[in-house]
């Protein structure tokens, strides 16, 4: 069995860096605190394209569109010196096909101290909103966090994880932050970059690459005209998705709809074989063959794709190492 590729830059389990973000608030370093300059200052600020695409390219299985989006996106994005609204993204997908993966990838290569940085805000609505009848508190609290972030820096990352368990009405106070206006509160807020995470339209898309399959279409063939419509909908249809009440999808404030591919046999096999590589181990048969056993597939006549994407590959391999 040939050797995986190493990552393009070592930085631990990639399957693992998501956790880190809860150290986020303690990363506050020596250039972070020499920084103020308030809207132009660029921070922690470091963008490393080449190495993302690179990461993207060796890792992310089975998402072509995914990564053709993101990439085309930040490239715009980090290039213009002057954009004229923030970046918006919305990632959709069924679970472990890649979603936070790529938003730690995200924050890794374009800040310095990656999910670290005291730019990088992760919200969870698990532990932030966790209850429904305070959201007027929150969005508050929400609107405080943002503008006073923006206004210390305005080269900021919000990723906003969960959207399907956000309180309805929420991200509304988000609004005015993703438009193409110069300035919002007194703050200049161009430079900042939104990430949406919801599994919401995921089942929509599993059925677009399924038909696919059956029609013996390669799946690097679908298109994303296809799924944006399919995701939109399924979005504007949940009334507890976390857009909804807010204004965002229907003002057109998203960049881009970014959508996951459900993964097959051969892409878990390439998680498994990418986690080893990480561990520092060979790749062994007996373990690879193993995971794949373990994984359920759907749907059931087809048995075609992973049940959980990659995401219970690290905790599997542990297994039967």
Not at 52 to 66: P, S, V
Not at 229 to 241: E, G, M, Q
Not at 294 to 316: H, I, M, W, Y
Request: proline share 6%; aromatic share 10%.
């Amino acid at each position: 069995m040939a050797a995986v590729t190493r990552s393009c830059r070592p930085w631990g389990s990639l399957l693992g860096l998501f956790g880190l973000v809860s150290a986020a608030a303690a990363a506050w370093d020596l250039a972070s605190l020499r920084c103020n300059l308030g809207a132009f200052c660029e921070c922690d600020f470091r963008p490393d394209l080449p190495g993302l695409e690179c990461d993207l390219a060796q890792h992310l299985a089975g998402q072509h569109l995914a990564k053709a989006l993101v990439v085309k996106a930040l490239k715009a994005f980090v290039r213009d010196p002057a954009p004229t609204k923030p970046l918006v993204l919305s990632l959709h997908g069924w679970t472990g096909t890649g979603k936070s993966y790529v938003s730690s990838l995200l924050a890794h290569y374009l800040f310095q101290g990656g999910l670290r940085s005291p730019r990088v805000h992760h919200f969870s609505p698990v532990i932030h909103f966790p209850h429904p009848s305070h959201v007027e508190r929150y969005k508050k609290d929400l609107k405080s966090w943002v503008q006073g972030n923006l206004t210390a820096c305005g080269r900021s990352l919000f990723l906003f994880d969960e959207m399907d368990k956000m309180p309805p009405g929420l991200m509304e106070v988000l609004r005015p932050f993703l438009g193409s206006s110069w300035v919002v509160y007194g703050t200049n807020y161009r430079k900042a970059i939104f990430i949406f995470i919801s599994n919401t339209g995921g089942e929509q898309i599993n059925q677009v690459a399924l038909e696919a399959w059956r029609s013996r279409r390669d799946r690097e063939e679908i298109l994303l005209q296809e799924l944006e419509p399919v995701i939109s909908r399924a979005v504007l249809d949940n009334p507890h998705h976390g857009f909804s009440h807010s204004g965002i999808m229907e003002e057109r404030l998203l960049d881009a709809v970014v959508p996951f591919l459900p993964l097959q046999r051969h892409h878990v096999r390439h998680c498994v074989l990418n986690e080893l590589a990480q561990l520092g181990l060979e790749p062994r048969d007996e373990v690879v063959q193993a995971v794949l056993d373990s994984t359920t597939f759907f749907p059931e006549d087809e048995q075609l794709f992973s049940s959980n994407g990659c995401k219970t590959v690290a905790s599997r391999i542990s297994f039967f190492l």
